[in-house]
């Protein structure tokens, strides 16, 4: 059974930092791209960030462009998503999943069940 275990949040103070781990477990991890996705309380879940299979292409949402990166590393079946600059409106729970392309991603197209999430909070 495929899991998507998402850590790496916390509460920051706006302006700060944080990364974000998604480990993928029962898949041919290299056959995926890979995306974030998150959601405020009472709004929609949100598309923020994929990456494809062999990480030459990244897509972000226009309000996190500039301030999010997305990585992957193959060896350890993990996604990476740096967040700078972070902003109150940042805050949501941030969930992990996948798809063949970016473009489905983006479309908020998965894959898989989500993960239990986790919970950034950015403080004004």
């Known amino acids: 059974q495929v899991r998507l275990v998402e850590s790496g949040g916390r509460l920051v103070q706006a302006g700060g930092s944080l990364r974000l781990s998604c480990v993928v477990s029962s898949i041919t991890f290299n056959n995926y791209a890979m995306g974030w996705f998150r959601q405020a309380p009472g709004k929609e879940r949100e598309f923020v960030a994929a990456?494809?299979?062999?990480?030459?292409?990244?897509v972000y949402a226009d309000s996190v462009q500039g301030r999010f990166t997305l990585s992957r590393d193959s060896a350890k079946n993990t996604v990476y998503l740096q967040m700078n600059s972070l902003r109150p409106e940042d805050t949501a729970v941030y969930y992990c999943?996948?798809?063949?392309?970016?473009?489905?991603?983006?479309?908020?197209?998965?894959?898989?069940?989500w993960g239990q999430g986790t919970q950034v909070t950015v403080s004004s």
């Open positions: 999943n996948a798809h063949l392309d970016t473009q489905r991603l983006r479309d908020r197209v998965k894959i898989f069940d």
């Open positions: 990456i494809s299979r062999n990480a030459a292409t990244t």
